[in-house]
T-cell receptor, first 115, second 116 residues
């Protein structure tokens, strides 16, 4: 059983640029969630995708967008990068939309640095 | 405004003793709570959970206690082992948010250090 894989592991971008982060879900999981973890903070919910549709969104601006593909892999896109977007971005997959039915399985994250 | 608080950034415990990690929450609507463990350069891994209809859940060396009236939960690890050294995150959720996911609300984490 392969776990959640994220790419790239590290990325450096300049303010104002755009970035795409990728995630492959764990086999059999149809739900993917993205979290942002700033230094010294806990992960913060960005959004969740279920069967290719956005199923909920945290307090993030529209320049954070996502996609989920038929094979349940996912992308997180961030436009007009700001310095505060520097963080660890975590992708998590699950069997179901509710954490009660299935805990989140996290990838190792992508460390994004915006200069 | 932090809805889930872990007030101890770090905790040092001797190997073999009990580790107690604490977590407080402010939103009384939360009804499901989870603990995640995170090693450096890895993503968080699920450890144990508890729903608000229970006050205790046990899994091997790990026990989570929930005090709803105090809006407080704790994770007990007995006995503590060197491999338990990690950052522990407390998270809260709404089981039935009614239309769309709200995601987990995490605390800032507690770095547990098990000393030999």
């Amino acid at each position: 059983e392969t776990g959640v894989t994220q790419s790239p592991t590290h990325l450096i971008k300049t303010r104002g640029q755009q970035v795409t982060l990728r995630c492959s879900s764990q086999s059999g999981h149809n739900t993917v969630s993205w979290y942002q973890q700033a230094l010294g903070q806990g992960p913060q919910f960005i959004f969740q995708y279920y069967r290719e549709e956005e199923n909920g969104r945290g307090n993030f601006p529209p320049r954070f967008s996502g996609l989920q593909f038929p094979n349940y892999s996912s992308e997180l896109n961030v436009n007009a990068l700001e310095l505060d977007d520097s963080a660890l971005y975590l992708c998590a997959s699950s069997i179901d939309r509710s954490s009660y039915n299935s805990p989140l399985h996290f990838g190792n994250g992508t460390r994004l640095t915006v200069t | 405004d932090q809805q889930v608080k872990q007030n101890s950034p770090s905790l040092s415990v001797q190997e073999g003793r009990i580790s107690i990690l604490n977590c407080d929450y402010t939103n009384s609507m939360f009804d499901y709570f989870l603990w995640y463990k995170k090693y450096p350069a890895e993503g968080p891994t699920f450890l144990i959970s508890i729903s608000s209809i229970k006050d205790k859940n046990e899994d091997g060396r790990f026990t989570v206690f929930l005090n709803k009236s105090a809006k407080h939960l704790s994770l007990h690890i007995v006995p503590s082992q060197p491999g338990d050294s990690a950052v522990y995150f407390c998270a809260a959720d709404l089981m039935y948010s009614g239309g769309g996911a709200d995601g987990l609300t995490f605390g800032k984490g507690t770095h547990l250090i098990i000393q030999p």
